[in-house]
């Protein structure tokens, strides 16, 4: 079968445009502790707190508790001063962890009820914004609505020591890649798709992919050259902070180029290899890889169900730690039938446009992950995403850029997002990474139906996958198996759960404020339990809901267009096993 670049950009729009990182490691040497005790609700102001004075000695002895809890940690703290608040800021003699003082004061809490709160004093330092030439075209990349907020994941990991595989048409050498690129391969044995007259080999840079009408099937029209895979490596890792082009998302990891397309698309029997491959397997006559990717990147894709040949291969590939993200594809219709999205254990990624819909063609439905900005390039080309590219329109020529669209644009964002939060957390499996990115996107902005659990949310996927951020977790609270008993959370918020019998269903009442949509997301805690997730209103009627299988992210949106907040109820229904789960409401 061969799996045709159908993904690729649908506008070859070009433009002629043309680090040192303020990363800040997690770490504090302070922390804040409000003692229920040390503070009183102004009385010309109830929403102010101010400070009210504690005897030396109750301090001192709170002193001596807290420095008991630091004893184990090596450190040893002082009372700084009082907050205007009537939080008390203790300073240590040394800097733990963002994780070393969240432990902390949850042992503070733990031991005393009259701490009304503990956390750490966090710095924090104006985010890195690059001074490439055209970062202010790249709205994918930083604006709020329709934006991944990669600026404040910057301020938390770039991306080093990460390689991230594009496997694709290969690459063009790029004044902005140079020094982005570790040892690919081209995987193509046909030399009729390769077009370079030759085989597999070492060489995994791009001859171009132009074709003549007719060469791909009758009926089929010329195309110019893609250089799709040199589009995809930037958005990953171009260089960024050089005063020249575009930024890459993570911008300190490297990329391996895959070459698997050519002339007319590339076959499964290539892509398949070139998984194994990169993720550090064997494959017969190749030399070892000596940079294995922990990211694998495919923005490619055809029409039918998963094959065994590439669900082997994705299985290979995540057996070594290796998160492979895969385009839904751009044929406006259910991503069920698009392969090798619809294969298990794949991040699958529908695209957005610049207001956080859906784009026109993005593929959706109940195997996609989650969504990125793809681009819609019909009313601007500024409208879509803007990337490293080649000018050539058959063989190679000058470097260039261009606004491309897709989901095959929109795949590398999540990948390079992937990078980053493999460098904060060189641990994470491919699992625990697709877990993140879920419970961490953002509500749809939009109009995005079965786009998965949300927009990507860099900085917070990132948060996700460390521990270090993300939305506040409440625990459900028997019983609230009605309407009428429903919890009320205060959203946006995470609420643990549990499912304890075959009878048992949870509610959760929330106010949606005028103007706002909506978002719910119900993640299973063992991939073998079914619940199921309902959006109803205050007569009961249900207005969204999500009925997926077993394991796999529920998801069901409303959006209030009215002038006043409405009240909703969210209802988790077991269909089939018991235990926990999590549900996410944000808006």
């Keep these: 079968m061969t799996a045709g670049a159908s993904q690729a950009g649908v506008s070859n729009t070009q433009v002629d445009v043309g680090v040192a990182s303020l990363v800040r490691a997690s770490s504090t040497d302070r922390l804040i502790v409000s003692y229920r005790d040390a503070s009183q609700v102004d009385a010309q102001d109830a929403t102010v707190l101010r400070a009210v004075g504690i005897a030396t000695n109750a301090l001192e002895a709170r002193l001596n508790v807290v420095n008991s809890a630091l004893a184990l940690r090596g450190a040893k703290a002082r009372v700084l ?102 040892a690919g391969y ?61 930024a890459g998302i993570a911008f300190n990891a490297k990329v ?9 698309g590339g076959y499964t029997s290539d892509i398949a290899d070139g998984m194994v ?63 090798p999205a619809n294969c298990s254990g794949v991040v699958a990624v529908a695209a957005t446009d610049r207001n956080g819909a859906r784009a026109y063609y993005s593929n959706y439905g109940a195997i996609v992950t989650l969504a990125a900005p793809g681009g819609d390039v019909r009313s601007s080309s500024s409208n879509g995403i803007l990337s490293t590219l080649n000018a050539g329109t058959k063989a190679p020529g000058s470097d260039s850029y261009a606004y491309y669209q897709g989901t095959s644009m929109a795949t590398p964002h999540v990948a390079g997002v992937v990078a980053l939060m493999m460098s904060a957390k060189p641990t994470a499996t491919p699992d625990q990474i697709k877990a993140a990115l879920i419970s961490s996107a953002r509500a749809f902005p939009g109009s995005c139906s079965q786009c998965g659990a949300g927009i990507l949310d860099a900085a917070a996927a990132v948060a996700a996958i460390t521990g270090t951020g993300g939305l506040p977790t409440v625990n459900e609270t028997e019983s609230n198996g ?87 109820y969210v209802q988790v229904l077991r269909y089939s096993g018991t235990g926990s789960y999590t549900l996410k409401l944000q808006w």
């Design 81 to 182: 001063r009082q907050m205007g608040t009537g939080a008390h800021i203790y300073k240590l003699d040394k800097a733990l962890s963002h994780g070393e003082m969240l432990s902390l004061a949850n042992q503070l809490k733990a031991a005393d009820p009259n701490i009304a709160y503990a956390e750490p004093d966090r710095k924090m330092y104006p985010m890195f914004t690059p001074n490439d030439t055209s970062y202010s075209s790249q709205w994918d990349l930083y604006e709020t609505t329709g934006g991944i907020r990669a600026p404040a994941a910057w301020d938390l990991s770039t991306g080093s020591g990460v390689v991230v595989a594009v496997i694709d048409t290969g690459y063009r050498p790029h004044a902005d890649l140079s020094g982005q690129i570790v």
């Design 186 to 246: 081209d995987m193509i044995n046909d030399t009729a798709v390769s077009n370079d007259g030759s085989g597999r080999d070492s060489d995994p840079s791009d001859p171009g992919d132009w074709t003549a009408a007719g060469e791909c099937g009758t009926g089929e029209p010329a195309s110019n050259s893609s250089w799709h895979g040199t589009h995809v490596a930037g958005t990953i890792a171009a260089k960024t902070n050089n005063s020249t082009g575009v």
């Design 256 to 264: 391996q180029p895959v070459r698997v397309l050519g002339k007319c």
């Design 277 to 339: 491959w990169a993720s550090g397997g064997s494959v017969s006559g190749l030399p070892t890889n000596a940079t294995p990717a922990k990211v694998i990147n495919m923005s490619l894709g055809g029409g039918g169900a998963c094959d065994t040949t590439s669900q082997n291969a994705i299985n290979s590939a995540r057996s070594r730690g290796t998160s492979v993200i895969v385009a839904a594809g751009n044929e406006n219709q259910n991503a069920s039938n698009s392969n």
């Design 482 to 568: 009605s309407i009428s008993t429903a919890n009320t959370v205060s959203a946006p918020a995470n609420v643990a759960g549990t499912i304890s019998s075959t009878s048992d269903t949870d509610y959760f009442k929330v106010t949606l404020p005028a103007g706002k949509t909506l978002a719910a997301t119900l993640t299973m805690g063992s991939s073998s339990n079914d619940f199921d997730l309902y959006v109803k209103n205050s007569s009961g009627t249900t207005v969204a809901s999500s009925e997926k299988a077993a394991g796999q992210v529920d998801s069901a949106s409303y959006a209030n267009g009215g002038s006043g907040s409405v009240t909703l």
